[in-house]
């Protein structure tokens, strides 16, 4: 749920943004406020595009004719001011609706103050008043927000801006490892206000790469939390910190990249409906599905020639252990979600098979998997939610040296219900 908000909130920002430099290069475009962050609550209904008519049409309309406001920009932004020094903006209100509008008065909220504006006012259909807003920034840091609400009649009607001042630090947020990582990363973060400032609650939220079931530990409400990062992919950090007065003193927004750096590595992950915490752990906290990664001519649980969970770090090609060309499972997990991981960085020529076997559902029936390919780094192979049943083995397909090249399946076709395990697997309970 924090993850949904958190991206609302980016990409309001976004379209926010575009808008804002939409308005710099054609002062003088008018936005719908009906399809923007200003809201316009006019209890009437309108009839359609009014902004031209005048009172007179209306009448020829069944409804009566509405009192419609536009503001443009649709959000009056300050940016970085000197402190102590008074910034003004204004926000230019149309009446685009059909009838003379009476303008009674407009509050502001936030450290913003409104100009000479000449309120109450009475704007005749296609008339513009110029709303004047003042801002003394008190910080050289941070943003402040606020809004001006604008009520007037007829209609009962309310028109509101959203007013910010500052710049977003990304300074706010510091990461040990930096914002550029392999997976497997364990991000050891913390959040400081870069104004200074008393702060009395955090709220960390994270937007994962799909599959990813990363929490922050020990939990999403203190300074300095950690965050293990297995999935490659973008993770989109935000945190907020509140004051003694319940006041947001910073909110702020910082990505990490998470990319493999070897020349293969094969991600799988997945998920298992039946489970409800698929990020807890314990011998028994969920179902254990396993990578295997096959050299040329190996067997699935061949000792030398299978990388899984049994063979984690095998010596294939050179014995010189200054030779980078051992795979490795970088990861196994037993307990639901996943991520596994094998890496490698020099393969020999030849074809490597890749497969996922549904080790023990400890109880929780079949799961979904997601299996990628990064060559160098870069996505080039994917199978997303691949039913699995307890006891399948999933034959995804191959990587054949040279050139790296990876083809398979995800369909049922590469599924083998019920996979032999050769001894002493074949004793399994
Ligand atoms: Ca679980
Ligand atoms: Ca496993
Ligand atoms: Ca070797
Ligand atoms: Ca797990």
């Keep these: 749920m924090m993850t949904t908000e958190s991206q609302r909130l980016r990409s309001a920002r976004l379209a926010l943004a575009a808008c804002a430099a939409a308005m710099l290069a054609l002062p003088a475009c008018l936005v719908d406020v009906d399809s923007g962050r200003v809201t316009d609550t006019d209890a009437t209904t309108a009839t359609g595009d009014t902004a031209t008519t005048t009172g007179a049409d209306a009448e020829d309309t069944a409804e009566p004719p509405a009192a419609r406001l536009q503001a443009a920009p649709l959000r009056c932004e300050f940016g970085l001011g000197a402190v ?9 209100i149309q009446n685009t609706g059909g009838v003379a509008v009476d303008v009674s008065q407009a509050t502001l909220t936030g450290p913003f103050t409104l100009g000479d504006n000449h309120l109450p006012r009475t704007l005749a259909p ?24 604008l009520t007037y009649s007829p209609g009962d009607g309310e028109l509101v801006i959203p007013i910010e001042a500052g710049e977003p630090s990304a300074d706010a947020i510091t990461i040990a490892e930096g914002d550029e990582v392999i997976p497997q990363t364990r991000l050891h973060l913390e959040g400081r206000p870069s104004c200074g400032g008393a702060v009395v609650a955090y709220e ?102 299978d990388v899984y969970w049994h063979n984690a770090e095998p010596n294939w090609g050179s014995i010189d252990p200054l030779v980078d060309d051992d795979p490795s499972l970088d990861r196994d997990d037993t307990d639901g979600a996943g991520p596994e991981n094998m890496n490698v960085d020099v393969l020999a020529d030849g074809a490597y098979r890749v497969g996922v076997h549904y080790w023990d559902d400890h109880g929780f029936g079949a799961s979904f998997a997601t299996l990628r390919v990064y060559a160098h780094g870069t996505l080039v192979f994917t199978c997303e939610d691949v039913e699995l049943a307890p006891g399948d083995l999933w034959e995804v397909g191959t990587v054949t040296m040279p050139g790296l090249v990876v083809s398979g399946s995800c369909g049922d076709e590469a599924i083998t219900h019920d996979f032999y395990l050769p001894p002493p697997y074949d004793q399994q309970p």
């Excluded at 102590?84 to 230019?92: A, I």
């Excluded at 110029?130 to 001006?148: K, M, N, Q, R, Y």
Aim: net charge negative; charged share 20%; aromatic share 6%.
């Design 204 to 305: 960390w939220t994270v937007a994962q790469p799909v599959g990813s079931t990363a929490v922050f530990i020990p939990s999403a409400t203190v300074a300095a939390p950690t965050l293990e990062v297995n999935v490659a992919g973008l993770y989109e950090l935000e945190l907020t910190m509140w004051g003694e007065d319940g006041e947001i003193v910073e909110r702020v927004q910082k990505s990490v990249q998470v990319t493999p750096d070897e020349q293969l590595h094969v991600e799988l992950l997945w998920r298992t409906p039946a489970d409800e915490d698929e990020t807890d752990d314990g011998p028994d906290a969920g179902s254990d599905l396993d990578l295997h990664f096959l050299r040329p001519g190996a067997d699935w649980f061949d000792a030398a020639g």
């Design 84 to 92: 102590g020094t008074t910034m003004s903006r204004t926000v230019s």
């Design 126 to 149: 296609g008339e513009t008043l110029a709303l004047t807003i003042d801002h003394t920034p008190a910080s050289a840091c941070g943003v402040t927000a606020g809004e001006a609400r």
